[in-house]
């Protein structure tokens, strides 16, 4: 049912309960006045009637008193009866003629005629003159009353009900708008307004409905630019990882060439310079031999020294264990400071990601704590129970900058990314009273 229907049926309803509760005043008014009228009306006829009774029967007995009765006619809201001394009945008043011919529902003049007893007056020869109220003009007045209350209260009530019906729909057009306005929403349209409502309730919905609006539209742009933020970023990322994966790449091809190709060529440049210098009997030449040897001798040390940074081509095939082994002595024979203690307990294949991915941590935390740390003591652990593999790097040395996470530091960030690529975590803090640690959390089983 619609909230206009209902507001109306709740103000005619209201409206018929005032008429009933007015008309059911107006009959118990009315009934009060019809007992308090034919009670009054009973009471002076029998004292004035009683009193002419007795004098015309003391002087004329009963036929005197029956001319009295006959000469008087109807007397109102009252029945006068002569009854004879052998019980007959000499005369009864006539009927009213105020409204001759009508007469009240038979239910309107059962609940409204007062129950008044019968007054009897005794005449000197043993006649009787009996007095009954008659209420039956008085109820219809009554009735005819109630005819014209309720016709005015009927008339009344269809007024209130299409006054109320109009003045209701009315104050509820505005609800209209505001609905089509949600429907608006619901269908897409979040640009869309409410105009200015009329009305102090209405006009607050529609300012609320306008405000919710807005909010709603805001959100969504604000989840659509963030989801567009977020499919652009994953793509930055996937193409981050495309870029790692070819520099790994290209590092590795690189090294293998510097390693079988260059390597090798350098190892022949200095066999033959020592073969001319042995064999040669010009000591100038000679000299120059030598000179060529030694500096072919530096650059394959040098060689060497760059491969691994480029990628630890034991991965390949001893595994990370041997890999990291090769790395902290490398860095022992080349610093020989800061003490370097490496401690690990690895099984298995690990897989090239997760290898890869914890070489470069290690990689990476110690050039930052032997070159920017100025660090005395480096401590690095590794351990893979076969569901997680945590790697540890810590450091005596003088911790990291606050803003070692602002853009600009790819370092750490970039590890951080490449572990969380892998679904791990890696966690960076400063040590108390000095000293960095940096921490890995590898999942090697995928949920």
Do not use: C
């Not at 009193?51 to 006068?80: C, F, M, N, P, W």
């Amino acid at each position: 049912m619609k909230l206009r229907t209902r507001l109306n049926l709740v103000l005619t309803g209201l409206t018929a309960i005032f008429i009933v509760v007015l008309v059911l005043g107006q009959l118990r008014s009315t009934r009060s006045s019809i007992r308090e009228e034919i009670e009054a009306a009973n009471r002076v006829a029998a004292q004035m009637l009683g009193r002419l009774a007795q004098s015309y029967a003391d002087a004329g007995g009963t036929a005197a008193v029956k001319d009295l009765l006959e000469h008087t006619g109807h007397v109102r809201a009252t029945d006068i009866t002569l009854i004879g001394a052998d019980g007959t009945v000499l005369y009864r008043s006539p009927p009213p003629s105020y409204k001759a011919g009508r007469d009240a529902p038979a239910w309107f003049v059962k609940a409204l005629t007062p129950q008044l007893p019968r007054q009897l007056f005794a005449l000197p020869d043993g006649g009787q003159i009996a007095i009954d109220p008659q209420s039956s003009r008085a109820v219809l007045d009554a009735w005819d009353d109630l005819k014209r209350l309720l016709t005015v209260g009927g008339l009344l009530l269809a007024a209130v009900s299409v006054l109320a019906f109009g003045l209701v729909g009315r104050a509820l057009e505005p609800f209209k708008v505001i609905g089509a306005g949600l429907e608006r929403l619901q269908h897409g349209d979040l640009a869309f307004r409410l105009p200015p409502l009329g009305g102090a309730e209405a006009n607050a919905i529609g300012s609320a409905f306008n405000r919710m609006a807005q909010a709603v539209e805001s959100n969504l742009q604000s989840e659509r630019e963030a989801r567009e933020a977020r499919t652009r970023l994953e793509e930055r990322r996937e193409l981050a990882l495309l870029i790692e994966q070819s520099l790994e790449e290209e590092r590795r091809q690189i090294a293998h060439e510097l390693h079988d190709e260059f390597g090798q060529s350098v190892t022949a440049i200095r066999s033959l310079a020592m073969a001319i210098a042995t064999q040669t009997a010009d000591g100038t030449t000679r000299d120059t031999a030598r000179l060529i040897s030694d500096e072919a001798a530096r650059l394959y040390d040098a060689m060497h020294g760059l491969i691994p940074r480029l990628t630890p081509l034991s991965l390949d095939g001893l595994g990370l264990a041997h890999a990291l082994e090769n790395l902290v002595a490398d860095w022992r024979t080349r610093h020989g400071t800061p003490e370097i203690t490496l401690a690990h307990e690895l099984a298995g294949d690990l897989g090239a990601s997760v290898t890869l991915s914890v070489y470069r941590m290690v990689q990476e935390t110690l050039v930052n704590a032997v070159r920017h740390a100025q660090a005395r003591h480096i401590g690095i652990e590794v351990r893979a129970d076969g569901a997680h593999l945590t790697a540890t790097v810590s450091d005596d040395g003088v911790g990291l900058p606050q803003d070692w996470s602002r853009p600009g530091h790819f370092g750490l960030r970039g590890l951080a990314e490449r572990i969380e690529r892998l679904g791990g975590t890696l966690s960076v803090e400063n040590l108390t009273p000095h000293g960095a640690r940096i921490a890995a959390d590898i999942p090697l089983v995928n949920p």
